[in-house]
């Protein structure tokens, strides 16, 4: 009988123990930056391969303007831009990995919008790319523009985006009837329209674009001049954790605001000792800019020169690499775009 | 009193243990769910879906609630079930059969059919299916009639679709054949065991299945005419059939698929129950003068059967709850529709993949019910 009260008070113990844990793990709020120092890099989620935002090259490396702001995360904080663990992950997959902790910042192409903001549990700190949904077709079927489409056209898109609940909107307020089919993984998308089980392809345009380079014959393909939505794509954080949002809202406007200003990863150095007090505050010389999230005062320097300003990394991974050589709306607002960032001061 | 409490604490403790285990998980999704400000609830079954399906068998359009897309979203998904059923049971008793026949051809594709279809993955199948057999067949404005009225596309395949007058006297007439069949299979046995006099019940029944819905065509005023499908140009070289039924190619590649290959465990299985019934049986019922044909239908099939059924009851369960495999080939079932997109735009994680398993659960108990009652039907009643 004593044999037995004993194991029952070491259970008891057990799960007062475990109790204990978690209630004084959900009292300190902001954890996500000594977590991230404390395991050596920053958790990020990515997509499962798209040009120019997040791709994983033959041995593993990842590039893209999604990816690199992950870099600039994990130069603030840890102090290189290397120390990110990627994780590829589905449209469908994202939200749930964020809030459920298995990842810290969401940097997955991914649209800002109320209900994503409000309903689950999601911060977006910011855009780093301005988009807007479009349709390709395959030149061969003569189709300029969205006019031209007719009842019963088929279209392929991912599942769990708003590009499904945008291409509903379009086509009902056409009147036209479609058939949508839907797939999980964009890989799945590109294969079946390529393949010619529909008759266009929709996603942000950026995505076409990206994904027209994979496909077997790319030259076979248009992407139609309309643009049905506005996409306006951020890197997402957990709700629940103001200093680590603040941390990933100013990385990114750190970058950006560094390109207005002239920084970058070459001169950022020698910008220590400009003249302009703004460009100082930006590298670190003058303020105490990192004191407030609980860094150094050199964090906005370390992410310039390592990961670059914001046009270095557009040029780099979006330009460059022939998936969108125009800037369009993701121009400096000084220079006729949208980018513009609240002041780092 | 020591030896109650020896009884009894062990369970007590297991109590205790689940119920914290419970505790424990509601608490912290409570806690977790608050700081980051979601709400548990299933006030959005009721909101606008607000997104499209590509086939459904009830009318949906994306105005329809999440609970309505749920509901069409399970059709899709019992309608792959039961399709997959139904093949698999008619090809795997065909090849169960055949795997014991005498003939050295027969019997060794049967086998060679079963170690092949039953070793490869079926996510494997599906997508061979899908992307590989149904991407080889031709566009629209390319394809050749199949049965001089359907197409086979790698748009889908179109047949013909029935336009019925007067659809509700045919529907009456064929159940009234059914019914009297009915009537003449319990009349015929009752002759039986009285007067033991066998009546040629097949060919009556056959008769008043095709002669009742005839006469309804004659003298019912019913007609039937077929709405053809026809090649529409969308644009130079973008083609589709408009008209008559599309089945989609992802339904039939997953029907393919999930029908191969549960059909070989299948075939297993009655070929097992087959062979479960001793040769004796098989001599003894020849013996007292009964045909081959007799000997099969009432002598080795009740028998068999009763070895059959439980583990074919297992195929089915696996079949049904395979078929959420349709998320690969953007096939609309309830994973890709409502534990896909529904989850996706309303963030609902709890709510919606709890709904999904309870949804599986109930399918899979439901299948599981009817089967037992067939068993217990089925079983030797020992008097």
């Known amino acids: ?345 | 009193m020591n030896n109650k409490i020896k009884r009894i604490l062990p369970q007590l403790l297991t109590i205790l243990f689940v119920v914290f285990v419970f505790g424990f998980f509601t608490i912290n999704a409570q806690v977790n769910m608050d700081n980051r400000g979601i709400d548990f609830g299933f006030g959005f079954l009721s909101q606008e879906a607000s997104f499209d399906m590509q086939f459904t068998l009830l009318d949906y359009d994306g105005q329809d609630s999440y609970l309505w897309a749920y509901v069409v979203a399970l059709l899709n998904t019992l309608l792959v079930s039961f399709l997959g059923i139904i093949f698999c049971t008619i090809l795997g008793v065909v090849i169960g059969v055949a795997r014991l026949s005498q003939n050295f051809l027969i019997k060794n594709s049967a086998a060679w059919y079963v170690e092949f279809f039953r070793n490869i993955p079926l996510l494997l199948q599906i997508f061979f299916w899908y992307y590989a057999a149904l991407r080889a067949l031709p566009l629209p404005e390319n394809a050749q009639p199949w049965f001089g009225v359907t197409y086979m596309t790698i748009k889908g395949y179109y047949i013909p679709s029935m336009i019925w007058e007067n659809l509700n006297v045919f529907m009456s007439c064929l159940i009234a054949a059914i019914v009297a069949i009915i009537f003449i299979r319990v009349y015929a046995r009752k002759i039986q065991e009285r007067e033991g006099k066998q009546l040629p019940v097949l060919y009556i029944s056959l008769a008043l299945i095709t002669i009742l819905p005839l006469l309804s065509f004659l003298i019912g005023g019913v007609t039937l005419d077929f709405e053809m499908p026809v090649l529409k140009q969308l644009a130079q070289t973008s083609f589709i059939f408009e008209g008559g039924i599309a089945l989609p190619p992802e339904l039939i590649a997953l029907v393919l698929a999930l029908s191969l290959y549960t059909s070989t465990f299948v075939a297993e299985c009655v070929r097992a129950g087959i062979q479960g019934i001793s040769k004796g049986q098989k001599e003894a019922a020849a013996s007292v003068g009964l045909t081959p044909n007799q000997i099969l239908k009432l002598v080795i099939m009740p028998q068999a059967l009763r070895i059959i059924i439980p583990p074919t009851t297992n195929q089915y369960l696996n079949l049904t709850k395979n078929s959420s495999l349709a998320a690969a080939i953007a096939y609309p079932d309830l994973v890709l529709v409502f534990a896909g997109t529904a989850l996706m735009q309303t963030g609902k994680a709890i709510e919606i993949v709890g709904i999904t398993m309870l949804t599986y659960l109930s399918i899979s108990l439901a299948i599981a019910a009817l089967m037992n009652w067939y068993n217990k039907r089925i079983e030797i009643k020992e008097k």
Not at chain 1, 134 to 142: A, L
């Open chain 1, 1 to 345: 009988m004593f044999k037995h009260l004993k194991q029952l008070t070491s259970l008891f113990a057990m799960i007062a123990v475990l109790f204990a844990f978690t209630t004084e793990a959900m009292a300190k709020k902001s954890k996500t930056l000594k977590n991230t120092q404390k395991k050596g890099f920053v958790r990020c989620g990515v997509s499962q391969g798209l040009p120019g935002f997040s791709n994983a090259d033959a041995s593993g490396n990842w590039t893209g303007i999604d990816v690199d702001v992950c870099r600039a995360v994990a130069a603030a904080v840890l102090g290189d831009a290397n120390k990110v663990k990627f994780t590829p992950l589905s449209a469908k997959e994202r939200f749930t990995a964020l809030t459920s902790g298995e990842i810290d910042v969401l940097a997955r192409n991914t649209t800002w919008t109320l209900s994503r903001d409000a309903d689950i549990g999601l911060t977006f700190v910011g855009v780093n790319f301005y988009d807007g949904q479009g349709f390709m077709v395959r030149k061969s079927s003569g189709i300029t523009s969205v006019d031209q489409f007719k009842n019963g056209i088929s279209a392929c898109t991912n599942i769990g985006t708003t590009t499904e609940l945008n291409m509903r909107d379009f086509f009902n307020s056409r009147g036209i009837s479609y058939e949508p089919v839907a797939f999980e993984k964009a890989d799945e998308v590109v294969a079946a329209y390529d393949a010619g089980r529909c008759d266009t392809y929709t996603t942000d345009k950026s995505g076409l674009a990206a994904q027209r380079t994979k496909m077997k014959n790319p030259d076979e393909h248009i992407v139609l001049p309309e643009t049905i939505s506005k996409e306006p794509l951020g890197p997402v954080v957990r709700q629940g954790d103001a200093v680590w949002e603040d941390i990933v809202r100013w990385s990114l406007n750190t970058m950006i605001e560094a390109e207005e200003y002239g920084i970058t990863s070459s001169n950022a150095d020698s910008m220590k000792t400009s003249d302009n007090p703004q460009i100082k505050r930006l590298v670190g010389a003058e303020g105490e800019m990192g004191a407030a999230f609980g860094l150094d005062n050199e964090w906005n320097l370390r992410i310039i020169k390592q990961v670059g300003n914001y046009g270095e990394s557009y040029k780099r991974n979006i330009a460059d690499t022939g998936i969108l050589p125009d800037r369009g709306p993701n121009q400096l607002w000084t220079k006729g775009g949208i980018l513009y960032v609240p002041p780092a001061r």
